[in-house]
């Protein structure tokens, strides 16, 4: 089984709104992620955890909250969000953080800013 | 920082015909070359990878072959089918980079029946 799970698959929030991303994964891997894609483009990293502990911030905006509960679990949480930080966001897990580790991703939650 | 550049951005084959898409990356300590398939609506699926002590590796229609010294990668797809219309990405990453993948720009494939 290689499946990362995120909820919701659709959210549409103000400007003003706060919410949450989740990710779940049940593989036992330590290592997990958030990455935001726009259209046509790559993912671009934001987040890694590594054994429950936030170890890369790719500079992103304080607006963009990470939280790791425990190893299974990954919430994104959101706050006064921009028009330009509609994207698809996608939460991925690998067994470990380096090394030549497989990353599995979700389905991702495509987020959309009013 | 590394840097990744794939090509070509479109590719349209016919059914039956292959396909080959190529990437380019920078710093020579990447040690590890996953390649995604990613459908509309969805997140990126991991097809194949190959590591830097690797030159080819095949899984049924799919292979990929790396070129350490000129620092190139490439994936072949065999045999094409309509349902392997996506868009692919190849990524590169560093032994001790934390994990971070870079990404190339993605190749939109397209298979006419």
């Known amino acids: 089984d290689t499946e990362v799970t995120q909820t919701p698959k659709h959210l549409v929030m103000g400007m003003t709104n706060k919410k949450s991303l989740k990710c779940e994964q049940h593989m036992g891997h330590r290592a997990m992620y958030w990455y935001k894609q726009k259209a046509k483009k790559p993912p671009e990293l934001m987040f890694v955890y590594s054994y429950e502990k936030l170890s890369i911030n790719e500079s992103v905006p304080s607006r963009f909250s990470p939280e790791c509960p425990n190893s299974s679990l990954l919430n994104l949480h959101l706050h006064a969000l921009q028009p330009e930080d509609s994207a698809l966001y996608l939460c991925a897990s690998s067994q470990f953080r380096g090394g030549n580790t497989e990353a599995f991703f979700g389905q991702g939650t495509r987020l959309t800013v009013v | 920082g590394e840097n990744v550049e794939q090509h070509p951005s479109t590719l349209s084959v016919q059914e039956g015909d292959s396909a080959v898409i190529k990437c380019t990356y920078s710093d020579s300590a990447s040690n590890y070359f996953p390649w995604y398939k990613q459908e509309l609506g969805k997140g990126p699926q991991l097809i194949i990878d190959i590591r830097s002590n690797v030159g080819e590796k095949k899984d049924q229609r799919i292979a990929v072959t790396l070129n350490k010294t000129a620092k190139h990668f490439s994936l072949h797809i065999t045999e094409t089918q309509p349902e392997d219309s996506a868009v692919y990405f190849c990524?590169?990453?560093?032994?001790?980079?934390?994990?971070?993948?870079?990404f190339g720009q993605g190749t939109e494939l397209s298979v006419k029946p």
């Open positions: 990524a590169a990453r560093r032994y001790n980079q934390g994990g971070k993948l870079i």
